[in-house]
């Protein structure tokens, strides 16, 4: 497809952001499997999930009944949306879903429609979390199942082992900050941290928790690499 076509068929040019909503009330409307993959995920960001719904699948039902999640039994109505964050329009009901589409538009709060997605202000991708490490993927639209085949091959390439490295490097990279004062050099001292081999350190936590010895073997690393460039 090329941009002519894009415009014709008005195809959103998604806007990629990591949001936080720890806390903060978010609406699903729709009790399904859909609804269900929606509020793991927000579960996972510790949003405050309000499910609206007559019914619910297992592992919902359990979410609620540890608490997890607050459930209103029954069909939604417009005062469900009133002090959300973000709403999921979820039900197997395309004209259920677009007036929620149209009651969130009225309260300026951003939707998520389940059976079509380009109407909606978001998309959501397919995600794998490594710690603090995010990995997401999306086809906005076109192919949620590429999107999920990506994530899947990606698991593979960033296994378990990526949530340790995320810690090491957050406190690396605060000494890294506080101790060079040189951008550049600064930058290239980072980068060097994340190479292969310095990634395999820092994950038997050998990273010298001494700040002088941490940025000497930084330079050291920083050296291989623009070695290895000649
Ligand atoms: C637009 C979007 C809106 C949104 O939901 O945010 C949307 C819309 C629709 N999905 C449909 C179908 C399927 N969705 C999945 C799976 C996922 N769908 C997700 C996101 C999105 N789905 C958004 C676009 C993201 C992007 O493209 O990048 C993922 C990535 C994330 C998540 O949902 O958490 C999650 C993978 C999680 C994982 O496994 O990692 C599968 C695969 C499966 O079930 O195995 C199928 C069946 C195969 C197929 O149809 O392709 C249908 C048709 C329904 C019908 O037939 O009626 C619509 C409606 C439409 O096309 O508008
Ligand atoms: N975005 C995505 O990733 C995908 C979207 N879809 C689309 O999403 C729709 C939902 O999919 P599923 O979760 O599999 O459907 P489902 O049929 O399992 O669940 C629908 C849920 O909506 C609830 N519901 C119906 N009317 C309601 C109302 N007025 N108020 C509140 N809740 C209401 C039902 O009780 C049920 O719990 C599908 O019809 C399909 O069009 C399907 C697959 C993936």
């Known amino acids: 497809m090329n941009a002519t076509e894009r415009s014709v068929r008005i195809l959103p040019d998604w806007y990629p952001i990591l949001l936080k909503v720890e806390g903060r009330k978010c609406v699903v409307i729709g009790g399904g499997s859909v609804a269900q993959r929606k509020s793991e995920g927000l579960l996972k960001a510790k949003a ?10 297992p592992a919902m039902l359990e979410w609620a009944e540890a608490g997890l999640l607050h ?26 879903n677009s007036w929620i589409s149209e009651e969130a538009g009225k309260r300026a709060v951003p939707v998520n429609i389940a059976d079509d997605g380009e109407s909606g202000d978001f998309i959501v991708p397919a995600v794998l979390r490594r710690d603090e490490l995010v990995l997401t993927a999306s086809a906005s639209g076109a192919g949620p199942a590429l999107a999920a085949r990506i994530i899947q091959e990606l698991a593979e390439r960033y296994g378990p082992e990526y949530n340790e490295n995320v810690q090491a490097l957050r406190a690396i990279r605060l000494i890294v900050k506080a101790e060079v004062s040189d951008p550049s050099e600064r930058r290239e001292l980072l ?40």
């Open 191 to 230: 980068q060097a941290a994340v190479t292969d081999e310095a990634l395999e350190e820092w994950r038997s936590l050998a990273w010298p928790q001494d700040k002088v010895k941490l940025i000497s073997r930084l330079r050291e690393l920083s050296k291989r690499v623009n070695d290895r460039k000649g």
């Open 48 to 57: 405050s999930v309000f499910v609206i719904s007559p019914k619910l699948t």
């Open 71 to 96: 459930w209103e039994r029954r069909e939604a109505v417009e005062t469900d949306l009133d002090g959300a964050s973000l709403v999921f329009a979820a039900t197997d009901r395309p004209i259920i």
